[in-house]
């Protein structure tokens, strides 16, 4: 894999490099979604995205990095070796959905080399499966195979995933965070897949002259040195990695208040927005911010700072208002938050 | 600019892209086959390191193909499974030519883009998990006419736009092209150090062009880096950081530079560029000075490009950067294609052989391989030769969805009768129907006429953004050609139906044609040519709606809808919503 820029090195973008902060602190927040210009840095934000996040213990030899720490949502396999496993500490893993993968690939197959070369019966997994507990990663989302969607949704939605094919009968943990990248130019994201995400970020080519000098400064002498570049780097790098794994730790304590509860139903109810999945993870980015910027307690603030990427996808669509719907957001919190 | 210049600055391009092809992305040729194109390639191909394999790019090529998979006769033949590299990983440290990229299918765009801005391709396909190294630079020949250009995704990657379309072959005088000092100039390639200022002029201009992807300001940063490499300077000097101006931000300008500050203010809707760069990091000790140096580059480099751009252009060029706005959907065709010839792969089920069935053979052979052992004993002496035993109940066919997509195309009467009564609700009505297409992720297409003419104003299209936005420019005005709004709509149903989507028309107007096909007033004779236009549009029966918008619907729109076979909806006093609900319930009824 070649050397992945750094994350603290990315100018501009703060909306989306905090998405990805956040689905990186709380995974449950749901994934992320940044649509955008061409050359606007997303995909470069995820890939470096996985060279900042800590490493995380797995079980050795588990196929499906099972959680030592939790053993009741252990795979079959590890449950089988239960107490006698070693653990290793591995990178979170960020697993590429290539558009052109097909279906035995993600959610995984009999293992054709067993099966051709000693008529063994084996489980092979797939991505699913590798991307357990990591983050899943599709370029160009919107451009994906509908039955690979269909796929994704049904195993994002259970945390788990079902294979019944070949006479194999497996079924794994597979929770993931979806990060997908696209481009609205070349066609929409379909509704279902789009809700799914749990935060959705517009990015936009800088348009200032400073930081888009700064960007070409930087990815210049990225490409002539990288070595050097990344270990110039490697301090904010080493920080920003501490402040992700503190964050972790803190989440559990930050509290939210009834009064910011309050406040995240009522901006949803006068957003329209659809179920209760808006509130859900407005509630719990705004948790994850918090515990971020090492607050106590959920504050309006960190309400009307997530707000934006945690529901602008979720308000009724009206398809042609597009311009519309960060607008509306923006307007609703004006006049609650005054 | 002159023929000659053109042609010099497509062969330095050329030995450019050969220096460093992964690095500057590529080259694009704009031009239709022919000796001038032949002449250039050559040049090309001389220029490349005698290492340099050049792979060619068919435009249907399958996925399997392109980034590798299972190799099933190798497989079969070893007994175990083998990867096969594609044709991606294959072109590795090479060159992959592309012919006819306006027509590139989308779906071969993305892995082609994806793989170059991974510098690697990652396979995940018929039970194979790969990563290959595939770092390569592209020649696309983009032979659009007009409007028809190679995916904007693509271009946006490839350092170097040429267009040859124009050049008489005389211009193309034989360059002596030295391969030794390409490849001396690949070697030194890092050493070129672009300075801070270079680098703020760099961006200064491409602001000033209204160049707003940062993919070509690293991209001209790049290749000043590259000719400085090639010029054996060991710095980038301010003639590099100008060719590679010219080469790569010239021909991808939408506004045409001043240099009288005032008028740039007013041509630039963005953000008007800051004058002065701003003071960065540690370079703060020559800050006063930088301002000046600055300018005089941004001169330089400026007066490059506009030496590459002929000043009455201006006009042409934003007129085109519309049209590339809007044929973005260049090339989709290819996907399509396909799609009626197998449908979407929907998954795989037992069956006999029989016509038409298509066999899945990974499939198959994942469902014979557990069972081989045991096979190959029962079968004792006889089947033992055999590497694989495949049985009858083995055999897995492919499932096709065969998803007929429909194309809604509206043909939207922009004229001064209709624009006095109902453009408004019209535009209302179109956007209710693109918003229920959406929901069915049906294509639409819309076609204007008016004045004179048609127009195509949004080839099929599913993006809603790209919709609204051409109805938001939709004028009104001016006479009723409405023969050339049917033919226009004849000849995009023809090209749809040849995609293998259904076309459905529909016709808002007022039914009272003036504007007869060659451009002429009078209203008989115009009548007489939309009649003509109706009658072909139901002779290659092609289903249609007819939604009269005049105040009181007249006989003659009716029987100008029975002409054209189409449905007649006389909608005099409905709004937007119960115009789309009639459309709606008219169309899904049939």
Redesign the interface.
């Known amino acids: 894999?070649?050397t992945a820029f750094p994350f603290s090195a990315i100018v501009g973008q703060d909306e989306m490099k905090l998405a990805l902060l956040i689905a990186a602190v709380d995974p449950k927040v749901g994934g992320v979604l940044a649509f955008g210009?061409?050359?606007?840095?997303k995909?470069t934000a995820v890939r470096a995205l996985a060279a900042l996040l800590p490493k995380m213990k797995v079980n050795a030899n588990c196929r499906y990095n099972c959680d030592p720490g939790h053993p009741q949502e252990f795979c079959e396999e590890c449950r089988a070796r239960a107490g006698k496993v070693k653990i290793n500490q591995v990178s979170v893993p960020v697993v590429?959905?290539?558009?052109?993968?097909?279906?035995?690939?993600?959610v995984g197959?009999?293992?054709?080399?067993r099966?051709?070369?000693?008529?063994?019966?084996a489980f092979?997994p797939?991505?699913l499966a590798r991307a357990h507990r990591g983050f899943l990663y599709i370029?160009?989302a919107n451009?994906l195979?509908?039955?690979l969607v269909d796929l994704l949704l049904d195993v994002a939605a259970s945390g788990e995933n079902v294979v019944e094919r070949?006479?194999l009968s497996i079924r794994h943990p597979a929770r993931f965070v979806l990060v997908g990248t696209g481009?609205?130019?070349?066609?929409?994201l379909r509704p279902q897949l789009l809700d799914r995400f749990g935060l959705s970020v517009e990015v936009k080519?800088?348009?200032?002259?400073?930081s888009?000098?700064?960007?070409?400064?930087r990815?210049?002498s990225f490409?002539?040195?990288s070595t050097a570049f990344l270990e110039v780097w490697s301090k904010d790098e080493a920080k920003l990695r501490k402040t992700i794994t503190a964050a972790r730790d803190r989440l559990p304590s930050v509290t939210v208040a009834d009064a910011a509860l309050e406040r995240a139903a009522k901006l949803c109810m006068a957003l329209g927005t659809d179920g209760l999945r808006g509130e859900l993870t407005l509630m719990r980015a705004a948790r994850a911010l918090a515990s971020l910027e090492s607050a106590k307690t959920v504050k309006d603030d960190h309400l009307r700072r997530v707000a934006p990427s945690a529901l602008r996808h979720r308000l009724r669509r009206?398809?042609?208002d597009?311009a519309g719907s960060s607008v509306r957001v923006d307007r609703a919190i004006a006049e609650l938050f005054g | 600019m002159s023929g000659a210049l053109v042609w010099s600055d497509a062969v330095l391009a050329a030995q450019l892209f050969a220096v460093d092809p992964a690095g500057t992305g590529g080259v694009l040729v704009r031009s239709r086959a022919g000796p001038v194109r032949d002449h250039w390639l050559a040049m090309m191909r001389v220029s490349l390191l005698p290492t340099t394999a050049i792979h060619h790019l068919p435009l249907h090529i399958a996925d399997g193909r392109l980034l590798g998979g299972l190799d099933l006769s190798a497989t079969l033949r070893a007994g175990r499974p083998v990867a096969e590299r594609g044709l991606l990983a294959q072109s590795d440290g090479g060159v992959v030519q592309v012919a006819m990229a306006e027509r590139l299918a989308s779906a071969t765009t993305v892995h082609l883009t994806s793989a170059m801005d991974a510098g690697e391709v990652a396979i995940e396909r018929d039970g194979v998990s790969l990563r290959l190294s595939a770092r390569f630079g592209v020649v696309a020949f983009d032979e659009g006419l007009e409007d028809e250009f190679a995916p904007a995704s693509l271009r946006d990657r490839l350092a170097f736009h040429i267009d040859l379309n124009d050049l008489p072959v005389g211009e193309t005088e034989v360059f002596q092209i030295e391969p030794e000092r390409i490849a001396a100039a690949s070697e030194r390639l890092a050493t070129p150090v672009v300075s801070d200022t270079q680098i703020a002029a760099i961006c200064n201009a491409a602001a000033a062009l209204g160049i707003a992807s940062l993919r070509a300001t690293l991209l001209t940063v790049h290749v000043a880096r590259v000719s400085a490499a090639l010029e054996n300077n060991a710095t980038v000097t301010d003639d590099d950081v100008a060719s590679a101006a010219r080469l790569v931000l010239a021909p991808r300008a939408l506004i045409f530079p001043q240099a009288q500050e005032p008028e740039k203010e007013e041509q630039t809707p963005e953000p008007p560029p800051p004058q002065e760069p701003p003071p960065e990091g540690d370079d703060t000790g020559d800050e006063n000075q930088q301002p000046d140096i600055d300018r005089t580059l941004d001169e330089i480099i400026l007066a490059a490009v506009q030496s590459a751009l002929p000043a009455g252009v201006l006009a042409a060029l934003r007129e085109e950067s519309r049209d590339r706005s809007r044929s973005r959907s260049s090339g989709k065709a290819g996907a399509h294609q396909q799609s009626k010839k197998r449908g979407r792969p929907v998954g795989v089920q037992r069956g006999d052989l029989r016509s038409g069935a298509r066999l899945n053979v990974i499939e198959t052979l994942r469902a014979a391989a557990p069972w081989q052992p045991l096979r190959r004993r029962e079968a004792g002496g006889h089947g033992a030769q055999a590497r694989v035993l495949i049985r009858h109940e083995d055999f897995r066919l492919a499932r096709f969805k065969q998803r007929t997509e429909t194309t809604t195309i509206f043909v939207v009467d922009a004229s001064g009768s209709a624009a006095l009564h109902r453009l408004a609700e019209a535009k209302g009505a179109v956007e209710l129907l693109l918003a229920d297409c959406y929901v069915r992720r049906d294509q639409v297409a819309l076609i204007a006429f008016r004045g004179t003419g048609a127009e195509l104003l949004l080839p099929p299209t599913r993006s809603l953004a790209r919709a609204k936005r051409s109805l938001a420019g939709l004028p009104g005005g001016g006479g009723t050609p409405l023969a050339a709004g049917l033919d226009a709509a004849a000849m995009l149903a023809d090209s749809i139906r040849r995609k293998g989507q259904t076309p459905t028309v529909i016709l808002l107007t007022d039914g009272r044609a003036n504007i007869a096909r060659d451009g002429s007033a009078g209203r008989p004779r115009a009548e007489q040519d939309a009649t003509a236009s109706a009658r072909q549009l139901r002779a290659a029966n092609i289903a249609g709606v007819l939604v009269d918008t005049s105040p009181r619907p007249q006989p003659l729109a009716a029987q100008f809808a029975a002409e054209m076979g189409a449905h007649y909806l006389p909608l005099p006093h409905a709004d937007a919503a119960t115009l789309s609900k009639a459309v709606l319930a008219t169309t899904q009824g049939r």
């Open positions: 894999m070649p210009d061409r050359g606007s840095g995909s590429d959905l290539p558009l052109g993968a097909t279906e035995d690939r993600v197959a009999l293992d054709l080399e099966a051709l070369a000693r008529g063994e019966k092979e797939g991505l370029d160009e451009l195979e509908d039955h070949e006479g481009n609205p130019e070349e066609g929409e080519t800088p348009d200032d002259l400073p888009r000098i700064e960007v070409v400064r990815r210049d490409e002539r040195d009206n398809p042609l597009d």
